[in-house]
């Protein structure tokens, strides 16, 4: 074998050894498969949604809350089924969580609607607050002519089954003190917007939650973890700037 021969045998064996490695040295990161890359956006997207699973105030109201507290504003009305389902919700969820949450709850003014105001305020003055839930619960389904909302007869017949006197509760319904009640109702209805939506949850003056969360346990507790979590965050944000 001729030297030139022997020499172009060597080179042919450097060269091949060099294509062999360098792929090694610098190759490409490997691509992602679109299934991976969809599941990773999928991770990234929040559980619940604004404007689907709740919606935010464009300006949010300036409400006073102690640090470390959340605060939920419930509106409602008697005769809503809807809002009876929902304070159930929530008088729960506070339940489970008073180191964080509190709740309130105030009467609607939607569609012009002041007897629940009324009412509310009237069962305050007697010293009997507790009957107002009741009274939500026994305003449901029902006829007319039986109607909690529109049957005096009937609502004498139910404060008398309650042990409310219908003359005093009568008296107290027309006083000053409650008239100042309503006042008082009706500027914290204003202050949140005049919501023409009932009932309706708002947390910490931000965020609202609607008939269309407020229906089921799990689902309300679901949204409500998520915003709670999501408020605290802020405020941490908040306290650090």
């Known amino acids: 074998m001729s030297k030139t021969t022997m020499k172009l045998r060597h080179y042919l064996t450097a060269l091949l050894g060099l294509m062999i490695v360098l792929p090694n040295v610098a190759s490409e990161p490997e691509k992602k498969t679109t299934s991976e890359t969809s599941q990773k956006t999928e991770e990234k997207q929040p559980l619940f949604k604004d404007g689907k699973d709740f919606f935010s105030y464009i300006k949010p109201i300036k409400v006073d809350v102690p640090k470390g507290k959340i605060l939920i504003q419930y509106f409602y009305q008697y005769g809503c089924k809807n809002c009876l389902t929902g304070l159930d919700s929530l008088n729960l969820y506070a339940k489970n969580h008073t180191d964080k949450i509190l709740l309130q709850t105030s009467p609607s003014f939607a569609k012009d609607e002041n007897f629940t105001s009324a009412m509310n305020a009237t069962f305050k003055e007697y010293g009997k607050a507790d009957l107002s839930p009741l009274y939500l619960f026994d305003s449901l389904d029902r006829k007319e002519e039986k109607s909690l909302l529109k049957s005096n007869e009937e609502i004498r017949a139910w404060l008398k089954r309650n042990g409310i006197d219908d003359q005093r509760f009568h008296q107290l319904f ?21 919501p023409k939506y009932v009932p309706m949850a708002v947390l910490n003056g931000k965020y609202i939650l609607l008939q269309n969360t407020l229906y089921n346990d799990d689902y309300t507790f679901g949204v409500l973890d998520f915003l709670v979590e999501k408020l605290q965050q802020e405020q941490g944000d908040n306290d650090g700037k």
């Open 174 to 194: 027309h006083s000053e003190p409650v008239k100042k009640q309503i006042e008082s109702d009706v500027n914290l209805f204003k202050q949140y917007g005049s």
